[in-house]
């Protein structure tokens, strides 16, 4: 199965900053990768769907970069509500597979 | 406005069964591919198995393969999944969820806890 590697586990920032996500693939997935907003208590939240669409509603605060292994989701400004864990997702392979997650706090 | 919920959850013994359901309204499920994630507690998140809209297509993560098995009921807008031979790893929060039409999950229920505990 395809293994993401999400880095870093734990990102610590303050409202305003710029948050730069990374998830890299263990084989390439093409563009075949999701990221997830998820909240204590929640579901999680589809933000970004074939590595740089953003899904319905999703504030263009947010934006996904990349292709192959390599992708990134870059919060431009962070919000107080953009504090919450961050899931990758692919795909291209059965299993479709998550990555660890990304958790991103207040500093 | 599309609602999923899960039913079904609770707690059971090592080397026993559950079922759950999804309960869908607000779109036409018939046309939607669907999908179990699952989340043990106070880890990430784990995809467990799909299906396709017609249910002919089906697919699952390798630790549940020949334990659980995805289904759904169009003539009743519900998912099911059918998990036998429980173990304690599959302690979680399982979450149905909808494929997009770009086969991303957009839709999520809120969750129902299986807790596998003799």
């Known amino acids: 199965e395809i293994v993401l590697t999400q880095s870093p586990a734990t990102l610590s920032l303050s409202p305003g900053e710029r948050a730069t996500l990374s998830c890299r693939a263990s084989?390439?997935?093409?563009?075949?990768l999701g990221w997830y907003q998820q909240k204590p208590g929640q579901a999680p939240r589809l933000l970004i769907y074939a590595a740089s669409n953003r899904a319905t509603g999703i504030p263009a605060r947010f934006s996904g970069s990349g292709s192959g292994t390599d992708f990134t989701l870059t919060i431009s400004s962070l919000e107080p509500e953009d504090f919450a864990v961050y899931y990758c997702?692919?795909?291209?392979?059965?299993?479709?597979?998550f990555g660890r997650g990304t958790k991103v706090e207040i500093k | 406005e599309v609602q999923l919920l899960e039913s079904g959850g609770g707690l059971a013994q090592p080397g026993g069964s559950l079922r759950l359901s999804c309960a869908a309204s607000?779109?036409?499920?018939?046309?939607?591919?669907m999908s179990w994630v699952r989340q043990a507690p106070g880890k990430g998140l784990e995809w467990v198995s799909f299906?396709?809209?017609?249910?002919?297509?089906?697919y699952y993560v390798d630790s549940v393969k020949g334990r659980f098995t995805i289904s759904r009921d169009n003539s009743k807008n519900t998912l099911y999944l059918q998990m036998n031979s429980l173990r304690a790893e599959d302690t979680a929060v399982y979450f149905c969820?909808?494929?997009?039409?770009?086969?991303?999950?957009?839709?999520w229920g809120q969750g129902t806890l299986v807790t596998v505990s003799s």
């Open positions: 607000g779109f036409t499920f018939s046309t939607y591919a």
């Open positions: 084989q390439s997935v093409s563009s075949s």
């Open positions: 969820a909808r494929d997009s039409s770009v086969s991303y999950p957009d839709y």
């Open positions: 997702q692919q795909r291209s392979l059965w299993p479709r597979t």
């Open positions: 299906i396709s809209g017609s249910g002919g297509n089906t």
